[in-house]
Structure formats: structure tokens, C-alpha cells
């Protein structure tokens, strides 16, 4: 087990992470690192847009987890490898960078793939007007990416290089996928 | 006559107060609630309901400080709705504060007002 948490913390502090989480994920959790991370940037950069951006994406990013997990577990009680996140929210010279990753299905990826692929070749003037037509698609709970669309262009609207993600297979029917945003 | 809509604000919900007598429909805070779809559902039916029968004008006025995407396709088909209203020649307008240390609210609003035809007010604070 893990238990040198000085060397943990070093290497942390090494890599200019602020705010680091790592379990199962609710909405009580993500108001409070919200909180938290508000907090922080204020006193960092206050009345910036970028702090907005940081805490936009953030929101986005949980939420997205925090709902898949919840399409999973619909009709099948709660399931909880879905549920779990690994969190890094840190600096990178002048920027800020929000790292999620969550436990997928596989059958899940290539309609996430072919949505981030789609987005990384978009410009901002591209990026807005599909943000516009997305904002007006009707709601479907059903559709397994629902509302992951909108959150997925809101995302690369806010940040200053391409959303980056990976994919790493985990087991015959699950893949870790973890969404990289810089702002 | 309809009864007055009231939400109390917590920490990721808006503070909602429909007014059906006076026309003013009021939401202030900010909204990044769990499931916002549902949070929006009885908001968007008392709209719905509202409109059908509003003989007076119909005056939204916000207050959003961050909303989440969910809320944002929530709060554009309630824009769609008023601007219904107002297409069909009645009186209803949407206005929109937000604070000079929150540029993103400002372009929020901006780009919802580029979307519709009615009457979108957007007024600083100081």
C-alpha cells in the first residue's frame, strides 16, 4: 500500500497540482472541491475570466462522470466501478489544467472517440455554432451521450489547446478513459 | 389563477420566483444541480402553463452568476417559449444582470440574445 504520503505529496507539489481526489463521486463532493477551487483562484486571479473557465470545466467534467455513472446503474442498482473519478486540477506554466478519469464500457468509445476527434479539429467559429446547434437538441435521457454533447464543445469552447484524451483498456469489457482540458 | 412559483437558492440551484400576477419571472444564483433536466421540469411546465393564458406582459429577469451546460439547454427552451409568446404578438421581454467582475455571464447572455427576436436586455451591475 501507498502509505509514504510525503513522497506522494512531493510528487504532487512537483507537478503544480493544487487539488487532487481520487473515489466515488456525488453531488456534495463536486459542490464542495468547487467550492474549494473558487476559493482558491479568487485569491489567485480575482474577476478572471480564466478562474470561470477553470471551475466551468471542472463542473462539466464531474458531472458528465457523475451522470454516465447514473445512466449505468439505471434499472441495475448502483454499479460502483462507474462511479469512481481520479481528479488533478493544477498549473502548467501560465495555464491551468483539469484531468479527469473514470471507468468506461468499451462499447461506449467509439461514439466518445468520434465526438473528441470531431472537436479537436474544430476553430472557434466552428465550435460556436455547433455549440448553438446543441444547445437547442432535445433532451434525450435515453441516449447514453446525452448531454456529455453540449458539455464535451462548452469544454473545448474554454480551453487553449484541443481537449486531450487516452484511452487504456483495463479488462475484456472496460476502458479507463481520461479527459485532459488546458485553460 | 396560477399559484406563484417559489424556489428557495442553494448552493447549485437558482433562487426561482414566478410571479404570475405582476408578470415577473425572477431566477438568481447560480445552477449546476444534480440531475438538472429534473430540477427544470416543473420549472419549464409552470412556463408552459403560464404563457398559455398571460394576458399581462411577461418580464424574465436573471441573475445567473455560472450555469451548467444542462442549464443552458434548459434556459434556451425557455427563452424559445417566451420568444413564442412574443412572436405571437404579446408582451414579454428577458432581462439579464450580471456582475463587471464576470465577463462569462455577460457572454452568456450575449450569445442567447443572438438566438431569439424578443426584446433581451443586458444590464451591468456595478
Avoid at chain 2, 427563452?79 to 467582475?101: M, P, S, T
Wanted: net charge negative; with cysteine.
Amino acid at each position: 500500500m501507498l502509505t509514504d504520503l510525503w513522497d506522494f505529496r512531493q510528487q504532487l507539489e512537483e507537478a503544480q497540482i493544487l487539488i487532487c481526489f481520487n473515489g466515488p463521486l456525488s453531488q456534495s463532493i463536486i459542490e464542495e472541491i468547487g467550492a474549494a477551487v473558487k476559493k482558491y483562484l479568487e485569491t489567485e486571479m480575482p474577476g478572471h475570466g480564466k478562474l470561470l473557465d477553470v471551475f466551468s470545466v471542472y463542473i462539466e467534467q464531474t458531472q458528465n462522470i457523475r451522470n454516465y455513472s447514473r445512466r449505468k446503474a439505471a434499472g441495475q442498482g448502483e454499479l460502483p466501478p462507474y462511479n469512481g473519478i481520479t481528479l488533478l486540477i493544477g498549473r502548467q506554466g501560465e495555464n491551468y489544467v483539469v484531468a479527469s478519469g473514470n471507468i468506461i464500457d468499451k462499447g461506449d468509445i467509439p461514439p466518445l472517440r468520434a465526438a473528441l476527434d470531431h472537436l479537436r479539429g474544430l476553430d472557434a467559429a466552428a465550435l460556436k455554432a455547433l455549440y448553438k446547434e446543441q444547445r437547442r437538441k432535445p433532451h434525450d435521457e435515453h441516449d447514453a451521450h446525452a448531454g456529455a454533447g453540449l458539455g464535451l464543445i462548452d469544454m473545448a469552447r474554454k480551453t487553449c489547446q484541443p481537449l486531450e484524451y487516452r484511452l487504456r483498456d483495463i479488462d475484456a469489457g472496460h476502458a479507463f478513459f481520461n479527459l485532459i482540458a488546458v485553460i | 389563477m396560477m399559484e406563484r412559483l417559489i424556489r428557495d437558492a442553494s448552493k447549485a440551484s437558482p433562487a426561482i420566483d414566478f410571479d404570475p400576477v405582476s408578470g415577473v419571472l425572477r431566477m438568481q444564483g447560480e445552477s449546476y444541480p444534480e440531475n438538472t433536466f429534473e430540477f427544470f421540469r416543473p420549472i419549464m411546465a409552470w412556463l408552459r402553463d403560464y404563457l398559455a393564458q398571460a394576458a399581462a406582459p411577461v418580464s424574465m429577469e436573471l441573475e445567473l452568476s455560472y450555469l451548467n451546460t444542462g442549464s443552458i439547454k434548459c434556459l434556451m427552451d425557455m427563452f424559445d417559449l417566451l420568444d413564442a409568446h412574443h412572436q405571437e404578438g404579446k408582451a414579454a421581454r428577458i432581462v439579464w444582470r450580471y456582475h463587471a467582475n464576470n465577463p462569462r455571464a455577460l457572454e452568456t447572455a450575449e450569445e442567447f440574445a443572438e438566438d431569439l427576436s424578443l426584446p433581451f436586455l443586458i444590464e451591468q451591475h456595478p
